[in-house]
């Protein structure tokens, strides 16, 4: 009974727990929902809903290009990135829904190395703005984004448009991902470097300070000689 319940957890076939949520993060129903919303203690996703706008959303009385669009988006998707590279840990993924639905529009779900360093981010995160908002931040249970995003859309083939239940990723131009991955990545490879530096350094006064010469060559340095 146990392995089965454990085997169904999180899919359609679960009656408990919500399907959409596991794998999403969200859900249309919210807290009207019939089934749980498990929210995670640990994860290395941090979800921040409805972050981005989308700015050919935001004005309807004003025409907006797909290349502005699109330059919005670099400079939110650079701006966010890096800040949050920086200040609390390396990224794997960073994905943005251009869903129009309200529990998917503008979610930032970012993926960390490490798990700890996602729960540090959702401390810190939901006390500070962006662009005038408070951010809210949060656990996401969702790890795999193979199992989140619409395939459909990825392809042009998606029938459902803004309204589907599946994550529309709205994605940043491809030299600036490069840009952004490979920065970070020299980024924490000068940090190896210097940690290292700095342990060899230490261990190098550990053995020193132990070195049983040590106290005989200070106090023959503040000794002067006779000579014979």
């Known amino acids: 009974m146990a392995d089965h319940l454990a085997s169904i957890y999180g899919t359609e076939k679960d009656k408990v727990?919500?399907?959409?949520?596991?794998?999403?993060?969200?859900?249309?129903?919210?807290?009207?929902c019939s089934r749980k919303h498990v929210k995670p203690t640990f994860s290395p996703t941090v979800l921040m809903p409805n972050l981005y706008r989308n700015p050919a959303r935001a004005s309807e009385?004003?025409?907006?290009s797909r290349h502005e669009v699109q330059d919005d988006f670099d400079a939110f998707y650079e701006d966010l990135f890096t800040e949050i590279a920086l200040k609390y840990?390396?990224?794997?993924?960073?994905?943005?829904?251009?869903?129009?639905?309200?529990?998917?529009a503008g979610n930032v779900y970012v993926l960390f190395h490490k798990e700890s360093d996602a729960e540090r981010a959702v401390e810190h995160l939901n006390q500070r703005y962006y662009r005038g908002q408070p951010i809210h931040a949060e656990l996401s249970p969702v790890s795999d984004f193979r199992e989140a995003y619409c395939r459909l859309y990825e392809m042009g083939e998606c029938t459902h448009g803004g309204?589907?239940?599946?994550?529309?990723?709205?994605?940043?131009?491809?030299?600036?991902?490069?840009?952004?991955f490979d920065s970070q990545d020299a980024y924490r490879r000068r940090l190896r470097r210097e940690r290292r530096a700095h342990r060899e350094k230490d261990?190098?006064?550990?053995?020193r300070d132990r070195s049983p010469h040590s106290d005989v060559d200070s106090r023959d340095a503040g000794t002067p000689r006779s000579d014979a």
């Open 163 to 180: 309204f589907c239940n599946f994550m529309h990723f709205i994605h940043p131009s491809s030299s600036l991902r490069r840009s952004l």
């Open 17 to 32: 727990n919500c399907s959409f949520y596991f794998k999403i993060g969200a859900c249309r129903h919210g807290d009207r």
């Open 61 to 64: 009385s004003t025409r907006v």
């Open 203 to 207: 261990y190098s006064r550990q053995r």
């Open 89 to 104: 840990g390396e990224i794997e993924e960073m994905n943005v829904c251009d869903n129009d639905s309200d529990h998917l």
